[in-house]
């Protein structure tokens, strides 16, 4: 009598939990093992694919039988014990080493010549059937993704709705998600606090579980949520069929405060105006500190001019920069009235728009065109090629969303008009508001470049608030004129200008 190992193997976890396959391999062993006077002293049973290397409980098995505790070993058929031919060379070697391999299913002698032929020839078969598989079942993955459609499971914020069809938003977790970009945006939180936030409000992973800090750090970078479908390992970027719960304009400004963040663990005072202030010399973040309870922001770059302010009166600079762009509620509804009086004299300009937009979506599509047909005739190396798609597909996403605005009635133009009227009537309060950080979100808003030299906060406006803070005093003209006599028309005219442009 002769002691063997058995090994039985599935593809999936799938297949060993609800399928037959492992209960037949093991009487079909049983029955060769009996009828060939064998004996069985322990079984080797796996459930992963044989297509590649790595397998753990069939390397056990290689290494124990390459110990000589057992004269050889059972497998229920060849391509049970090898789909690729480095583990068949494996085997091999061990039946060169005269140690017995024996398949049940199979009537070999792995002995003779022609024996290890017909085992050869089926294990090349074995080898190229699975080739082909895999070159099925990728053809078919990019099929689904040139329609548009995920072939994996859905992120969170979507629901599936079966094979062959787009995600759905999540009627629950969309708007959460959402609700997490927006968050994130006003850059007061980073993952860590972020997530404990959005646990607070209801956000939850796939196993009811709070979402974790590389969960909301792939959530914030996946393109999905825009309408774009990315494949991280190739680089390849296709546009999606399923509804978009982000904006594109939203979403890259979120990368760049994802790009520039760095790691926010472990502090203990959240001081306002923290990597806001700059250096005038250096251009270094000044650095907060408290000092006899109060908060001072100091330059610690040792050749430049001796910098450092106090926090309150940084407060004051603010309350003061912002009075110079702040209008009366007379001086808004006078600036809402020539805004209105202009956008009757920009249909014209408007329908320009409009065919000007459509013109470049056209033109990146056709660009798109190109760049497909290039990588199709390998005129362009392929990651040269991914690059450009991903940036013009990008493009291409922007330019529709505008173009989309602007068909269904909702000018961007006159939205930013919109939002500009608000923000300056709100910025009076903001001035003398006791809650620092709307007034700094107010500052960040309308200007650019904010420093500190020795005590003195500098900064640039942003267009078009510089045209509000070189304006004089706007007043109303006489109460019988339709329009005032005074500059505001020039102003009017200058900010209407500046908020048609697009972003």
């Given at each position: 009598m002769r002691y063997v190992y058995a090994y039985i193997r599935v593809s999936t976890q799938k297949q060993g939990q609800t399928g037959s396959s492992l209960a037949e391999q093991r009487l079909a062993i049983e029955v060769y093992a009996k009828r060939n006077s064998l004996i069985i002293v322990e079984w080797f049973e796996e459930q992963e694919t044989a297509a590649k290397r790595g397998r753990a409980v069939f390397a056990q098995m290689l290494a124990l039988l390459l110990k000589g505790r057992v004269s050889g070993v059972i497998i229920h058929k060849i391509d049970r014990g090898a789909r690729n031919l480095r583990d068949w060379a494996d085997l091999g070697a061990l039946i060169d080493k005269g140690i017995d391999v024996h398949f049940a299913h199979e009537s070999l002698d792995m002995q003779s010549r022609g024996g290890r032929l017909a085992a050869d020839i089926q294990a090349v078969v074995a080898a190229d059937y699975i080739r082909n598989l895999r070159d099925e079942v990728k053809k078919g993955f990019y099929g689904r993704l040139r329609q548009g459609l995920y072939p994996l499971p859905a992120p969170i914020g979507y629901l599936d709705q079966g094979r062959g069809l787009p995600k759905i938003p999540d009627p629950v977790m969309g708007p959460l998600v959402q609700d997490a970009f927006k968050v994130y945006e006003t850059g007061r939180l980073n993952l860590r606090t972020l997530g404990a936030e959005m646990y607070r409000r209801g956000l939850r992973n796939r196993r009811g579980g709070r979402v974790t800090r590389n969960g909301l750090s792939t959530m914030l970078n996946n393109t999905f949520y825009i309408g774009l479908i990315s494949i991280g390992r190739t680089g390849e970027c296709f546009p999606g069929a399923h509804e978009p719960l982000v904006r594109k304009s939203q979403f890259d400004r979120i990368q760049q405060i994802l790009r520039g963040r760095t790691k926010n663990t472990?502090?203990?005072?959240?001081?306002?105006?923290?990597?806001?202030?700059?250096?005038?010399?250096?251009?270094?973040?000044?650095?907060?500190?408290?000092?006899?309870?109060?908060?001072?922001?100091?330059?610690?770059?040792?050749?430049?001019?001796?910098?450092?302010?106090?926090?309150?009166?940084?407060?004051?600079?603010?309350?003061?920069?912002?009075?110079?762009?702040?209008?009366?509620?007379?001086?808004?509804?006078?600036?809402?009235?020539?805004?209105?009086?202009?956008?009757?004299?920009?249909?014209?300009?408007?329908?320009?728009?409009?065919?000007?937009?459509?013109?470049?979506?056209?033109?990146?599509?056709?660009?798109?065109?190109?760049?497909?047909?290039?990588?199709?005739?390998?005129?362009?190396?392929?990651?040269?090629?991914?690059?450009?798609?991903?940036?013009?597909?990008?493009?291409?996403?922007?330019?529709?969303?505008?173009?989309?605005?602007?068909?269904?009635?909702?000018?961007?133009?006159?939205?930013?008009?919109?939002?500009?009227?608000?923000?300056?009537?709100?910025?009076?309060?903001?001035?003398?508001?006791?809650?620092?950080?709307?007034?700094?979100?107010?500052?960040?808003?309308?200007?650019?470049?904010?420093?500190?030299?020795?005590?003195?906060?500098?900064?640039?406006?942003?267009?078009?608030?510089?045209?509000?803070?070189?304006?004089?005093?706007?007043?109303?003209?006489a109460p019988h004129r339709a329009r005032s006599r005074t500059k505001l028309p020039q102003v009017a005219r200058k900010l209407f200008d500046l908020l048609s442009q697009e972003e």
């Amino acid at each position: 009598m002769r002691y063997v190992y058995a090994y039985i193997r599935v593809s999936t976890q799938k297949q060993g939990q609800t399928g037959s396959s492992l209960a037949e391999q093991r009487l079909a062993i049983e029955v060769y093992a009996k009828r060939n006077s064998l004996i069985i002293v322990e079984w080797f049973e796996e459930q992963e694919t044989a297509a590649k290397r790595g397998r753990a409980v069939f390397a056990q098995m290689l290494a124990l039988l390459l110990k000589g505790r057992v004269s050889g070993v059972i497998i229920h058929k060849i391509d049970r014990g090898a789909r690729n031919l480095r583990d068949w060379a494996d085997l091999g070697a061990l039946i060169d080493k005269g140690i017995d391999v024996h398949f049940a299913h199979e009537s070999l002698d792995m002995q003779s010549r022609g024996g290890r032929l017909a085992a050869d020839i089926q294990a090349v078969v074995a080898a190229d059937y699975i080739r082909n598989l895999r070159d099925e079942v990728k053809k078919g993955f990019y099929g689904r993704l040139r329609q548009g459609l995920y072939p994996l499971p859905a992120p969170i914020g979507y629901l599936d709705q079966g094979r062959g069809l787009p995600k759905i938003p999540d009627p629950v977790m969309g708007p959460l998600v959402q609700d997490a970009f927006k968050v994130y945006e006003t850059g007061r939180l980073n993952l860590r606090t972020l997530g404990a936030e959005m646990y607070r409000r209801g956000l939850r992973n796939r196993r009811g579980g709070r979402v974790t800090r590389n969960g909301l750090s792939t959530m914030l970078n996946n393109t999905f949520y825009i309408g774009l479908i990315s494949i991280g390992r190739t680089g390849e970027c296709f546009p999606g069929a399923h509804e978009p719960l982000v904006r594109k304009s939203q979403f890259d400004r979120i990368q760049q405060i994802l790009r520039g963040r760095t790691k926010n663990t472990g502090l203990k005072h959240n001081f306002t105006y923290r990597k806001v202030l700059r250096c005038s010399n250096c251009n270094y973040c000044l650095v907060a500190e408290i000092q006899k309870g109060i908060i001072y922001y100091r330059c610690h770059t040792s050749l430049c001019p001796r910098t450092c302010v106090r926090e309150d009166s940084i407060d004051l600079q603010v309350s003061d920069a912002l009075r110079q762009i702040t209008m009366s509620e007379d001086e808004a509804t006078a600036l809402q009235k020539e805004f209105a009086y202009l956008e009757k004299d920009d249909s014209i300009d408007r329908e320009n728009s409009l065919a000007s937009l459509e013109l470049r979506v056209a033109n990146v599509r056709d660009r798109l065109d190109r760049i497909a047909e290039a990588y199709e005739t390998r005129a362009l190396d392929e990651e040269v090629v991914q690059r450009r798609n991903r940036a013009l597909l990008g493009e291409k996403l922007a330019l529709e969303e505008s173009l989309k605005s602007f068909k269904g009635g909702n000018d961007p133009s006159r939205a930013r008009r919109l939002r500009f009227l608000e923000l300056i009537q709100r910025l009076g309060t903001y001035s003398d508001a006791t809650n620092c950080e709307e007034r700094l979100d107010a500052l960040k808003e309308a200007a650019s470049n904010l420093s500190v030299d020795r005590k003195l906060l500098a900064f640039e406006w942003r267009k078009p608030f510089d045209v509000l803070a070189s304006r004089s005093n706007i007043h109303n003209g006489a109460p019988h004129r339709a329009r005032s006599r005074t500059k505001l028309p020039q102003v009017a005219r200058k900010l209407f200008d500046l908020l048609s442009q697009e972003e």
